[in-house]
Nanobody, 125 residues
């Protein structure tokens, strides 16, 4: 089992920045990649970015390239999402997740077996 805890969400004005964190514990040695997804109210869960744990290789949703940056600190078993130039349409619950299946890049919810509880990000206009 892998446990994931997100933090760093909150309320920010449009144009502002936030950094989300996702701390992993448990059987983390089997982690192949970690990712961020988001889900706005009334919408489906949307892929944001993913990072290969061993190499730091990254992959982003096309619409978010340039504004969001995913990174990880292997020593701390923690993944981050730096979000800049935030827009009201970025408002959502942000989830981190772990993939252990080895495909690259994992970008569909079904490719991730463990999920955090989510953290709310609200961007005001």
């Amino acid at each position: 089992q892998v446990q994931l805890v997100e933090s760093g969400g909150g309320l920010v004005q449009a144009g502002g920045s936030l950094r989300l964190s996702c701390a992993a514990s448990g059987r983390t040695f089997s982690t192949d990649a970690m990712g961020w997804f988001r889900q706005a109210s009334g919408k489906e869960r949307e892929f944001v970015a993913t990072i290969k744990w061993s190499t730091g290789r990254t992959y982003y949703a096309d619409s978010l390239k340039g504004r969001f940056t995913i990174s990880r600190d292997s020593a701390k078993n923690t993944m981050y999402l730096q979000m800049n130039s935030l827009k009201p349409e970025d408002t959502a619950v942000y989830y981190c997740a772990v993939s252990q299946i080895g495909s690259w890049p994992p970008s569909f919810p079904g490719e991730f077996g463990y999920w955090g509880q989510g953290t709310q990000v609200t961007v005001s206009s």
